[in-house]
């Protein structure tokens, strides 16, 4: 399966627990919804787990993973990216997109110049932001994901346009 078709919809946090369960951090609207979207795959696709929620805990779920029976095993999955394809989650509305979607998408301004390329989407709590690689400088630039910043995203074209906030681009 290509990997644009893969979105990423959790990871795991480690062990928890001593009998192979596993801390495991949804990364879906609804977040319990990702025990509906497997079986899911490491990035590099060697691997697919069968997922079963056992419980609610401070950074997410608590879960199962088909094949892992020790705190061993699954503690050697810390970090690992958990993906469902495309097609067994839900349609999003138009003005909603996949976080896989935008990330690499250039970045004009309602002048058509180019501003940058999105790194990756964030969210600290408030709202998303763009995390935008700007050309020719080494630090990025957070753009909140507003409407009034963020006016389109056509992802036909492969383009967005923005009208960031006066200050905010050196």
Known sequence: MPKDDLICVGA?????GVRGDVRLKSFCADPAAIAEYGPLTTE???????????????????????????????????????FAPRDRLPSLPDDEYYHADLIGLP?????????????????HGAADLLELKLPGVAETVLLPFTLANVPTVDLGAGRIVADPPEGLLP
Do not use: C, P, W, Y
Not at 107 to 123: E, P, R
């Open 107 to 123: 970045v004009h301004d309602t002048g058509g110049a180019l501003i940058g390329k999105v790194q990756s989407v964030q969210n």
């Open 44 to 82: 590099d696709g060697t691997r697919s787990f069968d997922i079963t929620l056992t419980g609610a805990i401070k950074t997410g779920f608590s879960a199962r993973l088909s094949g892992v029976e020790t705190r061993e095993e699954a503690d050697a999955l810390r970090n690992i990216r958990l």
């Open 12 to 16: 795991v946090g480690g062990a928890f």
